[in-house]
């Protein structure tokens, strides 16, 4: 049932073996033919390419594993499950704006159509492009984004991510919810029950180095020692470093916060007026790649 993968790193890199472990899984020795897509950070921007087909027998695929140089990038292999049209609109990752910022997202599960009915708003900001109950889900945790940041206390306790956690606790209580996403500087990453990550792959992984990695994958994709998310545990990276997590199941419990990061929350938030949305948004601040010695 699908499979996701996600990487965030310190240096642009170029991750051409994981990928290809990955377009393995796409209907090759996992049973995901339905479509592939990526998502990845090439020049401060999202560039997005997608196809309906199996990511083992997509030439495209191959061309773009052997290629992407990226500090960030988000992938998913398809397994249309509930069936819905074999097309690109149904195929992930999803892109939308909110908060005046591009936002991508690919996801692993079901979430029953009547849950969607009830956790969204009557008057949408975010309307789906095809009719996967995936992007519906985005389109509602975008929604609760945006409101979060309408609020003054955002910019300074970072209500937006409590606002996340208690819209994804919401969703995963009425199916299966594991997913990526990300506004171009963080990766986020949530595990109901199907998510594990490497925090230090072999140099044969990535072609180029960075002193921080992260990878994601619904499943391991190499040998090497891959820890499992617990159930209900929200994670958020940024340049290869985890910066925050906490449990959605445990809502009593404070957002974990990483010794090195005191400014996740609030860094790269900024007041804009003019967006019609929510005055706050997360804001890009790639510095130019510095090439190694």
């Given at each position: 049932m699908c499979e996701l993968f996600g990487l965030s790193s310190s240096q642009a890199l170029q991750p051409r073996e994981l990928l290809s472990h990955f377009g393995t899984h796409g209907?090759?020795?996992?049973?995901?033919?339905?479509?592939?897509?990526?998502?990845?950070?090439?020049?401060?921007?999202?560039?997005?390419?997608?196809?309906?087909?199996?990511?083992?027998?997509?030439?495209?695929?191959r061309e773009l594993s052997a290629r992407i140089r990226t500090p960030l990038v988000l992938g998913h292999v398809r397994k249309a499950n509930p069936p819905t049209a074999l097309v690109a609109a149904n195929t992930h990752p999803f892109r939308h704006i909110c908060c005046g910022r591009e936002w991508v997202f690919a996801h692993n599960g079901v979430i029953p159509y009547d849950a969607l009915s009830a956790a969204?708003?009557?008057?949408?900001?975010?309307?789906?492009?095809?009719?996967?109950?995936?992007?519906?889900?985005?389109?509602?945790?975008?929604?609760?984004?945006?409101?979060?940041?309408?609020?003054p206390q955002a910019?300074?306790?970072?209500?937006?991510?409590?606002?996340?956690?208690n819209v994804v606790e919401t969703l995963s209580s009425r199916g299966r919810l594991n997913f990526l996403m990300s506004d171009g500087l963080h990766l986020i990453a949530y595990g109901h029950d199907r998510l594990c990550s490497l925090a230090h792959p072999s140099p044969a992984c990535c072609d180029g180095r960075a002193s921080q990695i992260a990878v994601i994958a619904s499943e391991p994709l190499t040998d090497e020692p891959w820890s499992h998310f617990n159930p209900g545990e929200l994670r958020v990276y940024r340049a290869g470093s985890e910066v925050a997590r906490l449990i959605t199941r445990?809502?009593?419990?404070?957002?974990?916060?990483?010794?090195?990061?005191?400014?996740l929350l609030s860094v790269g938030l900024e007041e804009r007026p003019n967006c019609a949305s929510c005055p706050g948004v997360m804001r890009h601040n790639y510095e130019a790649e510095t090439p190694e010695e």
């Open positions: 209907g090759g020795v996992a049973d995901n033919p339905d479509g592939w897509g990526l998502a990845w950070i090439e020049d401060e921007s999202f560039h997005v390419e997608k196809e309906a087909q199996a990511a083992v027998s997509s030439n495209r695929f969204g708003d009557a008057t949408p900001m975010c309307v789906p492009s095809g009719d996967t109950d995936s992007e519906h889900v985005f389109c509602i945790v975008l929604e609760r984004i945006a409101a979060a940041f309408s609020a910019m300074k306790d970072g209500w937006w991510l409590d606002a996340l956690a445990k809502r009593s419990q404070p957002l974990e916060r990483r010794p090195d990061d005191t400014d």
